[in-house]
């Protein structure tokens, strides 16, 4: 694609930058005409007969293009973890749920895990009580990928974007 000078064919079909056909003119009517108007011209159709060339911006219009072709960025889903403890209150638990859900908005999984300590593993139903408490704040905006499992001194669960 050539642009200004690197025109040499003479004359030319030119396109304003508003779209408005200016007609066939000479390749300095046409460079003087972009100068004016403080935008390029760029050959858009060079095996045409007159060759056509257009007055735009041309750094505009390679950035566009490039964004075009790159099609933006593809986000890679991350695992988040929120730990709860069994005697968590419910304020905290609303916390986490509420931090959850935003990175469940954002596209990532989120691991909840109830940690026991010491003798609190003796009450494995409280910790079954928050996840479950957990899963219900979230069950708008996600879906439980793999339901609370108790591993060791933990009760772990994972849960997707919807």
Do not use: W
Not at 136 to 148: H, R
């Amino acid at each position: 694609m050539r642009i200004n000078e690197q025109i040499r064919v003479s004359p030319i079909r030119v396109v304003a930058h508003d779209g408005e056909q200016l007609g066939i003119i000479s390749t300095d009517d046409a460079l003087r005409q972009a100068n004016d108007a403080g935008l390029d011209l760029v050959e858009v159709a060079p095996n045409e007969k007159p060759p056509v060339c257009r007055i735009m911006d041309y750094g505009k219009f390679k950035y566009q293009q490039n964004k075009k072709q790159g099609g933006g960025k593809t986000h890679h889903t991350k695992t988040k973890e929120i730990r709860l403890r069994p005697k968590t209150g419910q304020h905290d638990i609303d916390f986490k749920v509420k931090q959850a859900a935003s990175f469940l908005k954002a596209k990532d999984k989120v691991q909840v895990s109830v940690v026991f300590r010491g003798r609190e593993i003796v009450h494995v139903e409280e910790g079954h009580r928050v996840i479950a408490k957990v899963i219900e704040g979230l069950q708008e905006i996600g879906k439980v990928e793999i339901p609370p499992s108790q591993q060791g001194r933990r009760i772990v669960c994972t849960v997707a974007p919807r």
